[in-house]
Nanobody, 119 residues
Framework: QVHLEESGGGLVQSGGSLRLSCVAS????????MGWYIQRPGGQRELVAV???????NYADSVQGRFTISMDNAKNTAYLQMNSLKPEDTAVYYC?????????????WGQGTQVTVSS
């Protein structure tokens, strides 16, 4: 059974940093891409950043220059380094991955981790 687990969320003051991790476990052949999405109360999930297995990345304009996404293929893990955090970054952060399993590609979501930035 395949599972995504996020960690690293918490409470931080404005201007501070956090590092989120997302680990994919199970019978995974390879990872196509992994990304981070945020969801605020009453809102839809929005892309924060995504990394493709070849290393290409894409960021939301609001986090460009402050957040860095990376992936360790050997550990099936994606990271989101968040610097210069702002109160508006407060949200539940979800990991999403497209994983190659037994010849097909499947999409998975993690359970989410809360990030709260105080002013």
């Amino acid at each position: 059974q395949v599972h995504l687990e996020e960690s690293g969320g918490g409470l931080v003051q404005s201007g501070g940093s956090l590092r989120l991790s997302c680990v994919a476990s199970g019978s995974i052949f390879s990872i196509n891409d992994m990304g981070w999405y945020i969801q605020r109360p009453g809102g839809q999930r929005e892309l924060v950043a995504v990394v493709v297995s070849g290393g290409s990345t894409n960021y939301a304009d609001s986090v460009q220059g402050r957040f860095t996404i990376s992936m360790d293929n050997a550990k099936n893990t994606a990271y989101l380094q968040m610097n210069s955090l702002k109160p508006e970054d407060t949200a539940v952060y979800y990991c999403k991955a497209h994983l190659r399993i037994r010849g097909a590609t499947y999409q998975y979501w993690g359970q989410g981790t809360q990030v709260t930035v105080s002013s």
